[in-house]
């Protein structure tokens, strides 16, 4: 199993672009998420995904849109990049253990830079 | 923001030292999770708590839960070089998770 699975590793951008960072699980899992981690602070949540076909806003949801694919995939797009948005992103999924969300698991990151 | 804290930012210890961080938090939550981030990676969980749960042990790990209180700690036992990381604390609420900003242990060799 290759777990939670992210793609691009690394992206520059420029001011204005847009892009589409891509997840994929195989773990089964319902629920799926994406996070943005900045310098010396922990994992904000932008958008979360507790079940196929439905999503649901986070902590930091501005400038961002996500897309629940299916049930392994879940994409976030940056429609139009700002510097601000220059962060670490992180997929996740988690298992639900009697109807509560238990253990997350992490893909390894995109690192995405907006000149 | 919901985010809990964990206290100290930074520790620093010798090898063999036992390290201990605690985790504050605000809401009341389903479970409580530990993370390890190591330099440039993503997190790897470590342990969860629930809520109707007071003590937990994973190898050398131990967790602690004061659902009164709104904290919780981490407790690595006889810590190892490989240990160094930040150390994140992680609350499950309905669908979603808060965490931490993070506790950075150095250990020493």
């Known amino acids: 199993n290759a777990g939670v699975t992210q793609t691009p590793k690394f992206q520059v951008l420029k001011t204005g672009q847009s892009m589409t960072l891509q997840c994929a699980q195989d773990?089964?899992?319902?629920?799926m998420y994406w996070y943005r981690q900045d310098p010396g602070m922990g994992l904000r949540l932008i958008y979360y995904?507790?079940?196929?076909?439905?999503?649901d806003k986070g902590e930091v949801p501005n400038g961002y849109n996500v897309s629940r694919l299916n049930k392994r995939e879940f994409s976030l797009r940056l429609e139009s990049a700002a510097p601000s948005q220059t962060s670490v992103y992180f997929c996740?999924?988690?298992?639900?253990?009697?109807?509560?969300?238990?253990?997350?698991?992490f893909g390894p990151g995109t690192r995405l830079l907006v000149l | 923001s919901q985010q809990g804290e964990e206290d100290p930012q930074a520790l620093s210890i010798q090898e063999g030292e036992n390290a201990t961080m605690n985790c504050s938090y605000k809401?009341?939550?389903?479970?409580l999770q530990w993370y390890r981030q190591n330099s440039g990676r993503g997190l790897v969980h470590l342990i969860l708590?629930?809520?109707?749960?007071r003590e937990k042990h994973s190898g050398r790990l131990r967790v602690t839960l004061d659902t009164s209180k709104k904290s919780s700690s981490l407790l690595i036992t006889a810590s190892r070089a490989a240990d160094t990381a930040s150390y994140f604390c992680?609350?499950?609420?309905?669908?979603?998770?808060?965490f931490g900003t993070g506790t950075s242990l150095t250990v020493i060799p």
């Open positions: 996740a999924s988690s298992e639900l253990v009697w109807a509560v969300q238990e253990t997350q698991y």
């Open positions: 773990m089964n899992h319902n629920s």
């Open positions: 995904s507790a079940s196929e076909g439905t999503t």
């Open positions: 809401t009341s939550i389903n479970n």
């Open positions: 708590i629930r809520s109707n749960e």
């Open positions: 992680a609350t499950g609420t309905g669908n979603q998770f808060y």
